[in-house]
């Protein structure tokens, strides 16, 4: 019988390793396995995914319900109401000496109660008004479609710069990859020739100093290879960041630098650039809007000083009885009500003047950004004229370098040259294709603004409010 027990001990001992070890095996799979990502998949992630994004949509939507409660102010309004009373006491009234004759036919006297209800009371009524000039309710309708106009493009201004974060996040990342690749093939060139010379010392062909100069160089790649490959981590980790990723989820970014195009001034026509800004810019045009939602305000605070008109209507059931058998009588009225605020303290005009200061204070805001935008695109054009130009001097720069590369190799190989040539034009080689790996990610840089200041993000990733 021990025996079982110790193999039935022994079997559920075996069969909670293998579990632990299925577990530990897919769990490694899980985090060694990384998720391959192009721009606009991370684009389309972070709309997902971004906190500040919903907060904007949660106020389109409020708006749309504000919108909606403003139309309810100039509908009618009906209620119901119902009431049953029971009385533990009487409704009583006195009635003075005189006013009646007492039983025995004499007047006169102290005066007495009398009982004026039943046991039992019951009353229901609908109660019907409907506003009839209202300029408060009538103005309210007009800034709640412009408030919610204003929120939709404050969404839009939330999503282009969303959209613009994540692809400079993206391009940043993708310049700190092929920076680290840079180094990496520099590192492994540097490698190649240190295997050549030390079979060459070997041989006695050259000497120990050249063999230790190459050896050295190939240490000396190993902490610029460490740093630029942290900062391609912390690249993809502000990215991950941007798109609402968990930290621990490993990304592949599939783009390449070189795969955008170069030059975008075709579809932007850079030339007539200044004057569509002021047009298109969605921050302009919420900022525009603001300015009518502070208009409707002045003048909802304004309707204060005017009278109000309404018609009302009510029908009412009422029936008292000592045993739940209740006679009833109905009454029904209609009428106008008229509404006029003589003196409120003043408060009314604070309040227009706060509006007025409000919208102030906005068209203010709208010549500061008008200023800025047209900074901005000036400034955007001559930087994308200088790097198309410097992208043209660096190709050249490039095909140099490689050639002086391939010339101090020959020079070495054939006697004539030494390893410090070699090494100095790699490092000239690399530094050009960094160089020109810079350029290119200015100028995406530059046309992913333009089109943040153009608008075409919103217009491109259209954000759903239901």
């Known amino acids: 019988m021990k025996k079982n027990k110790f193999e039935g001990l022994m079997m559920n001992n075996r069969k909670s390793l293998i579990a632990l070890i299925t577990m530990l095996f897919i769990t490694t799979i899980g985090t060694n396995a990384q998720e391959k990502i192009s721009l606009d998949e991370a684009i389309k992630l972070a709309l997902e995914n971004n906190n500040q994004l919903k907060s904007a949509l949660y106020d389109v939507n409020k708006a749309e319900a504000d919108v909606d409660e403003a139309y309810g102010h100039a509908l009618p309004s009906v209620d119901l109401s119902a009431n049953y009373t029971r009385y533990l006491e009487p409704m009583r009234f006195f009635i003075s000496g005189g006013l009646f004759p007492n039983p025995d036919g004499s007047t006169g006297g102290p005066g007495r109660f009398i009982d004026a209800s039943s046991d039992n009371a019951i009353d229901a009524r609908i109660d019907v008004s409907q506003t009839l000039f209202n300029s408060a309710v009538f103005r309210s309708i007009s800034g709640a479609d412009n408030y919610y106009d204003a929120a939709k493009l404050n969404l839009n201004v939330k999503v282009d710069e969303l959209v613009f974060n994540v692809k400079s996040a993206y391009l940043q990342a993708l310049l700190q990859k092929e920076s680290y690749e840079l180094v990496k093939a520099s590192k492994s060139n540097a490698e190649t020739s240190f295997k050549d010379i030390k079979v060459l010392y070997e041989e006695g062909l050259i000497g120990e100093y050249d063999m230790i100069r190459a050896e050295v160089q190939v240490e000396n790649f190993a902490p610029q290879l460490i740093s630029a490959e942290n900062e391609y981590e912390n690249a993809k980790n502000n990215l991950k960041v941007i798109m609402g990723m968990e930290p621990q989820v ?7 630098l070189n795969s ?4 975008y001034s075709d579809e932007y026509q850079l030339n ?3 004057d569509k800004i002021l047009l298109v810019n969605p921050q302009l045009s919420a900022l525009t809007m603001q300015e009518e939602v502070n208009k409707d305000f002045i003048a909802v605070y304004e309707s204060e000083y005017l009278p109000t008109l309404s018609a009302f209507g009510n029908y009412s059931l009422q029936g008292q009885s000592n045993d739940f058998n209740f006679p009833t009588a109905t009454t029904s009225t209609v009428g106008l009500r008229f509404k006029m605020n003589l003196f409120s303290g003043l408060q009314t005009s604070a309040r227009v003047e706060k509006a007025e200061l409000d919208l102030k204070k906005t068209k203010t805001q709208v010549e500061l950004v008008e200023l800025s935008l047209k900074s901005q695109i000036k400034n955007l054009v001559k930087r994308i004229e200088s790097s198309k130009k410097q992208l043209e001097a660096n190709i050249r720069n490039i095909s140099q370098a490689q050639r002086g590369y391939d010339i101090s190799k020959i020079r070495y190989d054939e006697g004539i040259g030494s390893l410090l040539e070699i090494n100095d034009s790699d490092l000239a080689l690399r530094t050009a294709k960094i160089n020109n790996l810079r350029t290119k990610f200015e100028l ?8 943040q200041l153009l608008g075409n993000y919103s217009n491109k990733y259209r954000i759903d409010n239901k």
Not at 260 to 263: A, G, P, T
Not at 444 to 451: E, H, N, R, T, V
């Open 250 to 256: 490993k990304i592949e970014l599939t783009d390449e």
């Open 272 to 274: 007539e650039i200044e």
């Open 260 to 263: 955008f195009k170069d030059d």
């Open 444 to 451: 995406l840089i530059s046309f992913a603004q333009l089109d």
